[in-house]
């Protein structure tokens, strides 16, 4: 069962060469078990700093940070993170790469019987099977993809069988269509596995078509603007995009994002400057 987490008045500032960065203030967050929430807004308004706390990587200055109940002080075997960048083993094989953690040294810690070692084998085949890698197992990453290479990341993800999943702008780097595929493979993931999944991105669509939740954040300081609710079904598919529930969402929240990261101001300035050079 995954561990909701619970974030109370949450601060982080950065200090160094003279100067304070205030990266997050006053953060309230509840997120529920199975929850799929979605966070997007303004490059620098602290979305990365607040998933690193969450995965234990980061220290917070200010507030609270529980996950089931429990201060997270560090990282844990319950939680995995994927970035946008694969950070595979070139050296390693696909299955290599999945069966190769940090947290299945955690788990070889505590394997006590031969069956342990077995089923760790059977569920690093069940996810490649379920990532479609099973032709791949033996090839090296600099032989796939950037999509395939991020479904291997996925897998090695998984493999702790961790209870939330917190991703990074994990399809940042990948093409419109292998995006596609890779949005509804994770929200297959998300049903099978029953993990809570903490997902930043800057792309509205992909927040929205797959979250049940998107919190927007703002910058200087970071903190939490707003919050929606997803208005779509729990099975999603691609047609919904052009929904026009889904598209007045879209359009609302990219309009705040604009609003809070000064952009419309900009926009004005210009107008003005172009305004100024005329008269
Ligand atoms: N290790 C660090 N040392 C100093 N400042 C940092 C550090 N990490 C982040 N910051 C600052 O904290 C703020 C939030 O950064 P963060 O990377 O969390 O933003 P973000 O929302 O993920 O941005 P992006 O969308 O560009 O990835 C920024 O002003 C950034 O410069
Ligand atoms: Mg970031």
Redesign the pocket.
């Known amino acids: 069962m995954a561990a909701p987490i619970s974030i109370r008045s949450l601060g982080k500032s950065f200090h160094g060469r003279g100067q304070s960065i205030e990266a997050l203030r006053g953060i309230d967050l509840e997120i529920a078990d199975n929850e799929f929430i979605t966070f997007v807004g303004a ?2 308004c602290g ?3 607040l ?1 690193r706390i969450i995965a234990g990587l980061e220290s917070h200055s200010s507030g609270q940070l529980q996950l089931d109940g429990q201060p997270i002080e560090g990282p844990g075997r319950e939680r995995a993170m994927v970035f ?1 960048h694969y950070s595979l083993y070139p050296w390693l094989t696909v299955m290599q790469n999945i069966k190769f953690s940090r947290r299945l040294k955690v788990v070889a810690d505590t394997v006590r019987h031969d069956g342990d070692i077995e089923t760790a084998d059977g569920r690093a085949c069940a996810l490649l099977a379920l990532m479609g890698l099973e032709p791949f197992a033996d090839a090296y990453p600099s032989q796939l993809s950037g999509g395939m290479q991020q479904r291997v990341a996925i897998a090695r993800a998984l493999m702790g069988k961790p209870d939330i999943l917190l991703m ?2 994990p399809f940042g780097a990948l093409d419109a269509q292998t995006r596609e595929v890779m949005h509804d493979l994770i929200r297959h993931v998300h049903r099978l596995e029953k993990s809570t999944i903490v997902f ?1 991105t800057h792309d509205v669509e992909e927040a929205i078509y797959l979250g049940t939740r998107v919190v927007l954040m703002a910058p200087r300081p970071g903190r939490i603007d707003s919050q929606y609710p997803v208005p779509l079904p729990a099975e999603r598919h691609q047609d919904m995009k052009l929904s026009p529930e889904f598209l007045a969402l879209k359009r609302d929240i990219l309009a705040r994002i604009r609003e809070t990261s000064g952009m419309r101001s900009e926009l004005e300035m210009l107008e003005k400057l172009s305004a100024g050079m005329r008269e």
């Open positions: 490059s620098g979305k990365s700093t998933l946008q990074d702008e930043v």
